[in-house]
Antibody, heavy 119, light 108 residues
Framework: QVQLVQSGAEVKKPGASVKVSCKAS????????MHWVRQAPGQGLEWMGI????????SYAQKFQGRVTMTRDTSTSTVYMELSSLRSEDTAVYYC????????????WGQGTMVTVSS | SSELTQDPAVSVALGQTVRITCQGD??????ASWYQQKPGQAPVLVIY???NRPSGIPDRFSGSSSGNTASLTITGAQAEDEADYYC???????????FGTGTKVTVL
């Protein structure tokens, strides 16, 4: 079945970087854009950016420009989200979500990865 | 930055109808999609496009749009519909996507 499986929880110190992976299965990886969304504890959903797994092109939310990098590995059907210069406010659950162009919506979500930033 | 505004919380009696709204300038040009999120779980798509439900979503969920406002209606709310609901749309001010502020639905 179609699924997105994310990497496990991370604990990082302020100023460090974190790289979260999202492995896709059950569909043609390069045919669907992938988005990253985060949710701080007790807060709402926040859109971070998008990657086209086919060509690797990306677009990031203005808030994260310069700190986030999204990449993909087509050989393993995996997308990655790296966030640098971490601060306590980056403590959140990070989700990857698939977005078929014909739906213009996020139809499949990963299970989420908790990233805790603490000294 | 562009925003999508939702009421923070609404309540509905079991079996009654509740409408959740999402307001924003980008909704004049783009449809909203709607997501249900229960505690400790990833969001689930419930409505997309003009008024489309993914497979497995009950037909008590419906969507509509007028001007700068998109709406999600639950007709005959069930106890399992108690959750947070978020709208999402394209953004007209620089970011490709934006989420609404979220609405907590309580079923009484």
């Amino acid at each position: 079945q179609v699924q997105l499986v994310q990497s496990g929880a991370e604990v990082k110190k302020p100023g460090a970087s974190v790289k979260v992976s999202c492995k896709a299965s059950g569909y043609t990886f390069t045919s669907y854009y992938m988005h990253w969304v985060r949710q701080a504890p007790g807060q709402g959903l926040e859109w971070m950016g998008i990657i086209n797994p086919s060509g690797g092109s990306t677009s990031y939310a203005q808030k994260f420009q310069g700190r986030v990098t999204m990449t993909r590995d087509t050989s393993t059907s995996t997308v990655y989200m790296e966030l640098s210069s971490l601060r306590s406010e980056d403590t959140a659950v990070y989700y990857c979500a698939r977005a078929p162009q014909h739906l213009d919506a996020f139809d499949i979500w990963g299970q989420g990865t908790m990233v805790t930033v603490s000294s | 930055s562009s925003e999508l505004t939702q009421d923070p919380a609404v309540s509905v009696a079991l079996g009654q109808t509740v409408r959740i709204t999402c307001q924003g300038d980008s909704l004049r040009s783009y449809y909203a999609s709607w997501y249900q999120q229960k505690p400790g779980q990833a969001p689930v798509l419930v409505i997309y496009g003009k008024n489309n439900r993914p497979s497995g979503i009950p037909d008590r969920f419906s969507g509509s749009s007028s001007g700068n406002t998109a709406s999600l209606t639950i007709t005959g709310a069930q106890a399992e519909d108690e959750a947070d609901y978020y709208c999402n749309s394209r953004d007209s001010s620089g970011n490709p996507r934006v989420f609404g502020t979220g609405t907590k639905v309580t079923v009484l």
